[in-house]
């Protein structure tokens, strides 16, 4: 947690100030008692309406000053907290934008989100709470018990055996159900598991008849959330009746030997009301800070989550010197291997591969065989694991990642549009491009109709593109790559939604660039690829040959398979 | 509009009942030992009061009269722990059944619900209901009704004490202590606007950020990261200056209501005081004791109040969740089958559709009056540009919905006649949304078949040809996937898909692009174990590759939900149609 309260510096002044307000708050509420034994030792014994009037007033003015103290109190708490939380998520965004793909994948996308919105709320509000009243609850139990021996000391000492009864009830049934509330919350995780699986495989589970199965299973996990529910309510609900019973004794025995005390005439009749008022204060102040203690478990458990996904280093590091490759080729492959984790079977191995400027390389390859992997290691999405890849014959690790990929042209296999115009859209791949630029890149990617439809470039895209179908998005990916001009241009599969005529325009499209491109295309289809300068076949993360579609079809058993499984039976139709 | 709400919230309120209408004896005890509890923690000030009137000063303190009193007080104070707790206990009881009563009536109503509701309505909206909802409506209403009949009793209590004990002073603490309540909805309703202000935001930040996140790789491909940060830090400084401003002022009503608190209890102490000089030897004193009671009172006589406006807005909530989960459990379900519905026994495979007509949007008509008959064992291919109704076809064989016009008979027997049970059983089926549940490997190969043996599931899984990654997976068939497939790739979970309905091997089968992941090599490896499955199956083939269809014995043409040509392969070449068309495309450079 101390890595996270340096974004708390800017915010020192008000981390002090707040528990500093709410302490002399406090001391305020502590005096209330004596006021309070003084109106009936003096005012009322004594007979003295002028000393009760005049303490009254004193009770109003402590209750003033305590507010404007509080209210002071208030705001520097919410002004560090919801600082200290905006700085924070500035700074984890900011971190997240720095990961690698590799780092995205260990750590997943829906883990990071949670991070940004619900753990950075619960953070907020436990700090807001813990600069309010962390340091006053316990202030406030030990100030009555300091008060309660300068009234007396013997009776004092029912104070003093009190407290640390109180704190063994209050933090044992804590530490005993915490945990059972965090294995409650994994119970209620699978009652949620169940319902949202049972609406996302709907289809299956209907045409397998799993109906009532489905809600057995449901039933089971849901009497056993309800069973856990209820052990755990029953342990903390002890909490409140111990307490109650401890805090009770305490008060007999103080009555006791106040009266003990007041017989020998060593205390008044308002002292032993203000050492009884001293101990209520202590059990509103108890409950309070039990409450307290659960927000904040709650808030630390969240911000050391945060803390865990700032301590991922990012994973993209430049290097200084290495090896040069040829500058002839634009990209380069030297005995490339990959492994996506140290366990696994390697995902690419031993490729080498020269590509000169201009070039159309085509991928093809099965399942797993990887296609996709070959070509995320040119913008360096990935880093080889080992050999090197070289782009102008210096290898990827020395560019700035953004150098690198600037000169890229990347269109992904999941076409991912952002909401905003298309033009916005466009623009990521060139801010400073004209709508001529970006006009060329759309007919070029056939998606002109796309925006006849849609309005021009100042067509909506929708959350998730949503009111765009799959191969209207493909394309737009595909000139948002365009616009970019880029030196490289990567297909990866991303003409699959298009229809075949379609494919084939775009590929013409492609060929007669002006900026001659150097360009990979990943695709499954051989037609895709035939007219490619070379196509690399891909088995199992090895390269099982490299040539023309022709010259592979003699060559290349894996190829000539793939092709066959694609084309042999019309040649028989 | 008010009136209409209040009569919604009545209607909520009275489904509530129901549900905790069985649970009605624990609902009666922990009414009548809450409101015991409150007498007795009232009671406790006032045997401490006159304790302290024994103990007036030096050799007048009346030993014997203490000790009775304090002894008193301990039997008091152990007494209203022990309710306290049954009473804790018991609610708890109650909200936890009510809520598990209805999560299963919500579950079981989503086994019923009709298709057309569940693919209308966002998965993630009907869980929230299920999980979100019914847990803040139990927290609200039951937990919030408990705090409502207690803070209701202590607050009645403790004005009967005060006054029996003293009416004067009593009126001071009754007339001035709804103020705190007073203050606390002052803040309360000029706060709303900046907690509204703060969620807007709030919500505007979390839709950059999952948009932002979900797509990190794009954002990172195009060198956007500063960009995105900006964009996010924008929205992070209104959030922050909306949020101060939200977070100080809601804090505000502590120490306000603590303010007026404290202004009450120095009233009370000075006409205490006041009265006690005045009544001092009289034959009814008001004493030091009543006068150490009275400030205890009002000290506590606040809370409630405090607790109970924070209640009722608690409760609005509660019922506005209660009465989604009500309106979810209330949905109609499908038509349930008929009582002499059919069992589909020995299929044969003969399947006929008879002017059929359907549409999802009753003004926009997708199938119109399609006919086809499939004699038993016959592959039928469709094919056709996105959206001309190939899935809608499915979903009408299978039952996902029903037809609105003409019939769908399976072996001469109308499908609405046969249960829907066995008419699904009779149907394999590979759809394009791949789907997993988490689970072993062993356990979702088997869903059709729990009882299948380790070899048949090994056989049908090298039939797939999905033995050879099983078995590279770290537990092999005993692999614990995550929710949809988890770190498996798309093909991988196709031909698991695959493998289960070869499990099971149902007379029929219904093939939705059930390729479309995976490469065409091992697709072809795939189709000879395909081949073998199909004879003599009645099979349903929708696929984009056409590829994948020439061999069916009759290929449906589809665009925009009619049939336009239907023959074989060489057929339709020769007829040099649409689909023609379409085929020939393909080899289009």
């Known amino acids: 947690m101390r890595k996270l309260f340096v974004y708390l510096r800017d915010y020192r002044r008000e981390s002090v100030l707040g528990p500093l307000f709410k302490l002399l708050e406090a001391t305020l509420e502590l005096i209330v008692p004596l006021v309070v034994a003084s109106v009936i030792d003096r005012g009322i014994v004594g007979a003295d309406r002028g000393h009760a009037v005049r303490m009254s007033l004193v009770l109003v003015l402590l209750g003033f000053v305590g507010l404007l103290f509080s209210v002071t109190a208030q705001y520097f708490a919410a002004k560090a907290s919801v600082g200290f939380v905006t700085k924070l998520r500035s700074v984890l965004f900011r971190h997240i934008q720095r990961f690698s793909y590799r780092t995205l994948d260990d750590v997943g996308v829906s883990t990071l989100i949670t991070r940004m919105t619900a753990d950075m709320n619960q953070v907020q509000t436990g700090l807001n709470l813990t600069l309010r009243l962390l340091l006053r609850s316990p202030f406030v139990v030990f100030g009555a018990m300091v008060m309660a021996f300068t009234v007396d000391r013997r009776a004092a000492l029912w104070f003093v055996g009190v407290i640390p009864a109180l704190s063994v009830v209050v933090f044992g049934v804590m530490l005993v159900s915490i945990p059972l509330y965090k294995k409650t919350q994994g119970k209620l995780d699978r009652v949620l598991g169940r319902t949202r699986e049972t609406l996302s495989g709907v289809r299956v589970l209907r045409a397998f008849g799993k109906e009532e199965s489905e809600i057995d299973a449901f039933r089971g996990e849901n009497d056993a959330l309800t069973s856990m529910q209820k052990y755990v309510g029953r342990i903390s609900a002890l909490m409140n009746p111990l307490t109650y019973i401890l805090l009770n004794l305490a008060v007999i025995g103080l009555l006791h030997s106040g009266a003990v005390r007041v017989q020998a005439g060593v205390l008044t009749q308002g002292a032993v009301v203000a050492l009884y008022n001293y101990m209520s204060q202590i059990l509103v102040e108890l409950v309070k800070l039990a409450n307290l203690i659960i927000n904040i478990t709650k808030s630390v458990a969240c911000g050391k989550r945060i803390r865990a996904v700032l301590d991922v280093s990012a994973g993209e590091t430049v290097c200084a010197d290495l090896p040069q490759g040829d500058p002839a080729y634009r990209v380069e492959f030297r005995g490339v291997g990959l492994r996506y984790n140290e366990t696994g079977d390697p995902a690419l191995q031993g490729v080498d591969l020269c590509v000169r400027p201009g070039e159309t390389v085509g991928v093809i390859g099965g399942t797993g065989s990887g296609k996709t992997t070959l070509v995320n290691l040119v913008p360096r999405f990935y880093e080889a694991s080992e050999g090197q890849v070289f782009v102008d014959g210096r290898d990827v690790r020395v560019f700035q990642p953004d150098e690198l990929r600037r000169r890229i042209g990347v269109v992904p296999q999941k076409a991912v549009l952002f909401a905003g115009s298309i033009r916005d859209n466009l623009l990521w791949g060139n801010e400073r491009a004209s709508d001529g630029e970006l006009l060329e890149a759309v007919a070029a990617a056939q998606a002109q109709d796309v925006l006849s439809v849609k309005g021009g470039l100042d067509g909506v895209i929708e959350p998730s593109a949503r009111n765009l179908s799959g191969g209207q998005r493909q394309r737009l990916t595909i000139a948002r790559a365009l616009v970019r001009r880029p030196e490289i241009l990567i297909l990866d599969d991303s003409a699959s939604a298009l229809d075949f005529a379609t494919d084939a325009a775009l590929r013409t499209a492609l060929r007669s660039l002006s900026y001659h491109p150097t360009v990979f295309i990943v695709s499954q289809r051989t037609s895709s690829l035939q007219h490619a300068d070379r196509i690399v076949v891909l088995d199992e993360g090895r390269v099982a040959g490299i040539g023309t579609h022709d010259a592979l079809l003699k060559e290349c058993a894996v190829y000539r398979e793939i092709y066959d499984s694609q084309f042999r039976k019309e040649a028989e139709a | ?589």
């Open chain 2, 1 to 589: 509009m008010k009136k209409t709400r209040v009569k919604a919230e009545r209607g909520t309120l009275k489904k509530v009942l129901l549900y905790i209408r069985p649970y009605w004896f624990h609902v009666i005890v922990s009414v009548l030992l809450s409101a015991l509890t409150v007498a007795l923690t009232l009671y406790i000030p006032v045997l401490v009061g006159r304790v302290i009137d024994h103990v007036v000063g030096a050799g007048k303190v009346d030993y014997e009269s203490v000790i009775k009193l304090l002894v008193r007080i301990g039997v008091v104070a152990v007494g209203t722990a022990l309710l306290q707790w049954i009473v804790t206990s018991v609610n708890n009881r109650v909200t936890y059944h009510v809520v598990r009563d209805v999560r299963d009536e919500a579950f079981c109503r989503l086994q019923i619900l009709p298709l057309s509701y569940l693919d209308k309505h966002p998965a993630g909206e009907i869980v929230s209901r299920v999980i979100t909802d019914v847990d803040q409506f139990a927290d609200g209403l039951l937990l919030g009704f408990s705090q409502l009949f207690t803070g209701g009793a202590t607050i009645l209590g403790t004005v009967g004490f005060m006054i029996a004990i003293r009416p004067t002073i009593a009126a001071v603490v009754i007339v001035l202590t709804p103020l705190s309540f007073v203050a606390a909805r002052f803040i309360a309703t000029h706060t709303y606007r900046y907690f509204q202000a703060q969620s807007e935001t709030r919500a505007e930040q979390t839709a950059l950020v999952e948009e932002m996140l979900t797509n990190q790789k794009v954002v990172k491909a195009f060198s956007q990261e500063e960009n995105a940060a900006a964009r996010f830090d924008e929205i992070n400084g209104r959030l922050q200056k909306t949020s101060l401003k939200a977070v100080f002022f809601s804090s505000l009503t502590n120490p306000t209501t603590r303010f007026v608190n404290n202004v009450v209890y120095a009233l009370v102490a000075l006409t205490g005081a006041i009265i006690c000089i005045a009544t001092a030897g009289t034959a009814a004193p008001f004493t030091v004791g009543c006068l150490s009671a009275f400030l205890s009172y009002a000290n506590q006589y606040t809370k409630p109040f405090n607790e109970i406006s924070g209640v009722v807005s608690e409760l609005q909530n509660a019922l506005a969740c209660a009465s989604r989960i009500f309106d979810l459990i209330g949905q109609p379900p499908q038509k349930p089958d008929d009582v002499d519905a059919v069992v589909l026994q020995d299929v044969r495979g003969s399947v006929e559709l008879r002017d059929v007509a359907f549409s999802y949007l009753p003004d926009k008509p997708l199938i119109e009056d399609l006919n086809l008959s499939v004699q038993p064992g016959q592959r039928i291919a469709i094919v056709g540009p996105t959206g001309c109704g190939k899935t809608t076809l499915i979903n009408l064989l299978m039952r996902f919905y029903d037809a609105d016009a003409g019939e769908i008979r399976v072996d001469g027997e109308d499908i609405r006649c046969l249960t829907r049970r066995s008419l699904r059983a009779g149907y394999g089926m590979v759809l394009q949304d791949t789907w997993l549940r988490s689970g072993t490997i062993r356990e979702n190969l088997s869903l059709g078949k729990p009882d299948a043996t380790q070899d048949e599931i090994v056989a049908a899984c090298r039939a797939a040809h999905a033995h050879g990654f099983i078995c590279r997976l770290p537990q092999g068939y005993d692999t614990v996937i995550g929710e949809d497939g988890g770190s498996l790739s798309q093909g991988q979970k196709q031909l698991l898909c695959i493998a289960r309905i070869m499990l099971c091997l149902p007379p029929m089968l219904i093939l939705d692009e059930a390729t479309s992941s995976i490469d065409t090599r091992t697709e072809a490896h795939i189709q000879q174990a395909f081949h073998a499955m199909m004879t003599g199956r009645t099979t349903f083939i929708v696929a984009h590759r056409l590829s994948t269809v020439r061999e069916a014995d009759m290929i449906l043409v589809m665009r925009d939900g009619r049939v336009v040509e239907t023959g074989t392969h060489k057929e339709l070449l020769r007829k040099n149609g649409f689909y023609a068309k379409l085929y020939n495309s393909q080899f289009a450079t």
